[in-house]
């Protein structure tokens, strides 16, 4: 007979000396605000996502299946780090078009997620608003309005004479608190060569 080596699995730790950084309910939170953040701002995100994949990199992250102590796969990391890249350039071009991603010199339209969004805010902060604690809850629809002499323009897109854009005169029908309403808004510049702009709300 010839004796051979025997080759065995190191043996892993017990669950409750393992630190709570190599723990994946730990990591794993991390990189899913990550995420979350990703969806309204991808430089935000990255301060959570960049310790979050250190961790799950720089060594080995364990979790819990059935009571016994499991060594988090390699396979897993990966897998995760597809879909980290996937979620992260998409919100990228998103908010990018949107001019959420960095100064651009185009201002929002009325339909933009960046328009919608400020709208909200717009409402919710306004004189009005605050009296009438008035908050929209759903915007349903939003485009150039059909009525630009509530506003006394001819127009709902404001030019100057050399047919630079200076702003957009607005209609939405949002669901608030308060029931269904038309909300009229505008969107214009205060300082295009920093991408200022600002929204009025009439309702």
Not at 28 to 41: D, E, K
Not at 114 to 134: C, D, F, I
Not at 195 to 200: A, C, L
């Amino acid at each position: 007979m010839t004796n051979t080596d025997s080759v065995t699995a190191p043996a892993l730790p017990e669950w409750g000396t393992i630190p709570v950084y190599r723990k994946l309910w730990f990591v794993g939170t991390i990189n899913a605000l990550g995420v979350a953040v990703a969806f309204l701002n991808v430089l935000a995100s990255l301060t959570l996502l960049l310790p979050g994949l250190v961790l799950l990199w720089m060594g080995p992250v364990y979790k819990r299946k059935k009571g016994a102590v499991v060594l988090h796969r390699v396979r897993d990391k990966v897998v995760f780090c597809i879909v980290l890249v996937v979620v992260l350039g998409w919100n990228l071009m998103r908010q990018g078009a949107d001019g959420e991603f960095g100064q651009t010199a185009s201002l929002p339209t009325c339909e933009s997620r960046t328009a919608q969004s400020h709208l909200k805010e717009a409402v919710k902060n306004s004189p009005a608003g605050r009296r009438l604690k008035l908050e929209i809850q759903e915007i349903l629809s939003a485009a150039l309005t059909q009525n630009a002499w509530k506003w006394n323009a001819g127009d709902a897109v404001v030019k100057d004479q050399n047919g630079e854009l200076l702003g957009y005169f607005c209609e939405a029908e949002a669901i608030t608190n308060a029931g269904k309403r038309t909300i009229l808004y505008s969107i214009s510049w205060t300082d295009k060569t920093k991408g200022r702009w600002y929204i009025e709300a009439r309702f």
